[in-house]
């Protein structure tokens, strides 16, 4: 990731404070992923990621997200998002990564390396929220991901209930350091699925730019394309 130097570690507390009064409503936690999927990656120990991301397509409703996550400590991540405008009307991929909006929701994860350096599980629960008519449910999950020759793959299964189900991807890492994904999960009781694609490419600075389109196959849902800024900020340099 790219950062900004000369950040000290005392500004903390004053950002996540700030953070959480502006982030006061409907909020949907994301923990680092794929597109729509989470994999066994959690942000480095000391680094704060502020995230913009929007949701938006033909006839559909768009989407407006503002949120974070933190490398707490070594191999864990927690997260907090919100939602901070909402427009239009149609029926998309609700929330960012398929996952309805609600009022705020938190995410944790913690990673664990497994022996031989290639491989590593996540263990996580995302979408925790006081309310969970408006949230929805918490969603635990596991996920290994895999260093292979050419590209990362990775194979989880996470939700409670209805929301259960597996989910998997690949993303590949090309020179200049841009990232390309997909990922495939199950949906409504395992009836449905959404696949999606996209990238990940480090802009100037501290910014990075991440872009995606779901393709559901629930009936009426409509392709949802979702653009995500990240602006990242390294408390240890």
Partial sequence: MRTIKHVHLTCLPVILAIMVLLFSHMVNATPSGLNNIPTADVAPTGVLVMQQFSNFGSDQQSLYHLGFKYGLAENWEVGLDKRIHESGSGSGVSGAGGMPAGPWVFQAKYRYDLPGG????????????????????????????????????????????????????????????????????????????????????????????????????????????????????????
């Fill in 118 to 237: 290639n491989s590593s599980l996540g263990l996580g629960l995302a979408n925790v929220g006081e309310d969970s008519d408006k949230a929805g449910d918490s969603y635990p999950y596991a996920v290994l991901s895999h260093n292979l020759r050419s590209f990362r793959g990775h194979l989880g299964y996470g939700g409670k209930d209805a929301a259960r189900g597996i989910f998997l991807g690949v993303d590949k890492t090309l020179r200049g350091g841009a990232v390309l994904r997909a990922d495939w999960l199950q949906t409504n009781d395992r009836d449905e699925s959404l696949a999606s694609i996209g990238f990940l490419k480090p802009l100037s600075g501290p910014w990075v730019i991440e872009g995606w389109v779901s393709f559901p196959t629930a009936a009426g849902v409509e392709d949802t394309f979702t653009l995500k800024f990240d602006y990242v900020f390294d408390f240890k340099r």
